[in-house]
Structures are given as structure tokens and as C-alpha cells.
Nanobody, 124 residues
């Protein structure tokens, strides 16, 4: 089970940190990721991190502004979002897979487990 939290309303230029707590899986061996879905748009990959935290990938739209990290002792993955823009408004969901992270991680089919979303609203 994946439980995301930390969403809310923030002004453009502000920051938020999302958390996703995992249970029922061997978290430290799972690749973790974040996706988002804006109203009327398809779900899109945001960021991914391998099980050790040594590899991270980001979509071009968030690279340099967002940082994904994990704490295996707490079974939690984080998404630090800085310099938020109105176009970042979306429902953010975390995902997990036992697969090794590769270029296919940007596709929804790569991921085996999904959590419920948390809404992030950025006001301009």
C-alpha cells in the first residue's frame, strides 16, 4: 500500500514537499516514482529513484526544480518541489515496482503499484 500526502495550495514560486509512505512491500528493494495528472490531461511521469537512491530520473518539465529522495528506514519516498508554477497543478501519485529503473520508467505500464493521489494547486 502506498499513501501519498503533502499536497495543498501554494503560490507560484513557492515550495511543497510530498511524501509517500509504503507498507506491505519490501520498500528498500523497490524502485519508486511520482506521476501527476492535470485536469483534462494524461498522466505523466515526474520523477523516479532506484532502490539505493543512487539513480534518479526527471521529466524535462521539472528537472532542476523538483528533487526525489527516499528514506528506506522510514519506508518513505519524497518529492521536494521548488519554484512551483501554475502548470504544476495536478494530482500527484506515487508508484512502485520491483523492476530495475530504466528508460521505460516514464511509462505507466512499468509500475506495478500505485497510491492514491494528493492534489497540488499552484496559484498564479
Amino acid at each position: 500500500q502506498l499513501q501519498a500526502s503533502g499536497g495543498g495550495l501554494v503560490q507560484a514560486g513557492g515550495s511543497l514537499r510530498l511524501s509517500c509512505a509504503a507498507s506491505g512491500v519490501t520498500f528498500s528493494t523497490y524502485t519508486m516514482g511520482w506521476f501527476r495528472q492535470a485536469p483534462g490531461k494524461a498522466r505523466e511521469f515526474v520523477a523516479g529513484i532506484n532502490w539505493t537512491g543512487s539513480r534518479t530520473d526527471y521529466s524535462d518539465s521539472v528537472r532542476g526544480r523538483f528533487t526525489i529522495s527516499r528514506d528506506n528506514a522510514k519506508n518513505t519516498v519524497y518529492l521536494q518541489m521548488n519554484s512551483l508554477k501554475s502548470e504544476d497543478t495536478a494530482v500527484y501519485s506515487c508508484a512502485a515496482t520491483g523492476r530495475v529503473m530504466d528508460s521505460l520508467a516514464t511509462r505507466s505500464q512499468f509500475w506495478g503499484y500505485w497510491g492514491q493521489g494528493t492534489l497540488v494547486t499552484v496559484s498564479s
